[in-house]
C-alpha cells in the first residue's frame, strides 16, 4: 500500500497558475505509474492526467490538454501537475492516485489506481 499527500491547492484567478505536489511514501513509488482525478461540486470524480512509470507517456484528458502538464520526480516520490491557464470550470478537489500494476503505462481508468490521496482544493475565481 502507499501513502500519497497533495499539496498546492489554493484560490487563484482565471488564467493564473498552479502546481500540485503529492508525496508518495509506503511502497516503491518509482515502478509505479500514476494519475491526477478531479471531482467537482456535484460531479462525479473525473480523469485529468497520469503517467507511466517511467515518465516516458503521458495522457490528458481533452479539457486540460495543452494547459496542464504531469510530471514526476521518483528519487523524490512525488508527481506533479502544473496547472496553467486556468478556467473557473477547473475548480475541484484535485486527487492524487497510484496505479495497481507495476511498470504500468498508465490510464485514464480510475478502477485501475489502487492508493488515493485525500485530495486538495482548487478554486479558481473569474
Known amino acids: 500500500q502507499v501513502q500519497l499527500v497533495e499539496s498546492g491547492g489554493g484560490l487563484v484567478q482565471a488564467g493564473g497558475s498552479l502546481r500540485l505536489s503529492c508525496a508518495a511514501s509506503g511502497r516503491t513509488f518509482m515502478y509505479y505509474p500514476m494519475g491526477w482525478f478531479r471531482q467537482a461540486p456535484g460531479k462525479e470524480r473525473e480523469f485529468v492526467a497520469a503517467?507511466?512509470?517511467?515518465?516516458?507517456?503521458?495522457y490528458y484528458s481533452d479539457s486540460v490538454k495543452g494547459r496542464f502538464t504531469i510530471s514526476r520526480a521518483n528519487a523524490k516520490n512525488t508527481v506533479y501537475l502544473q496547472m496553467i491557464s486556468l478556467k473557473p470550470e477547473d475548480t475541484a478537489v484535485y486527487f492524487c492516485?497510484?496505479?495497481?500494476?507495476?511498470?504500468?503505462?498508465?490510464?485514464?481508468?480510475?478502477?485501475?489506481?489502487?492508493?488515493w490521496g485525500q485530495g486538495t482544493q482548487v478554486t479558481v475565481s473569474s
Open positions: 503517467i507511466s512509470w517511467s515518465g516516458a507517456s503521458t
Open positions: 492516485a497510484a496505479g495497481k500494476t507495476s511498470y504500468g503505462s498508465g490510464s485514464p481508468n480510475a478502477a485501475d489506481f489502487g492508493s
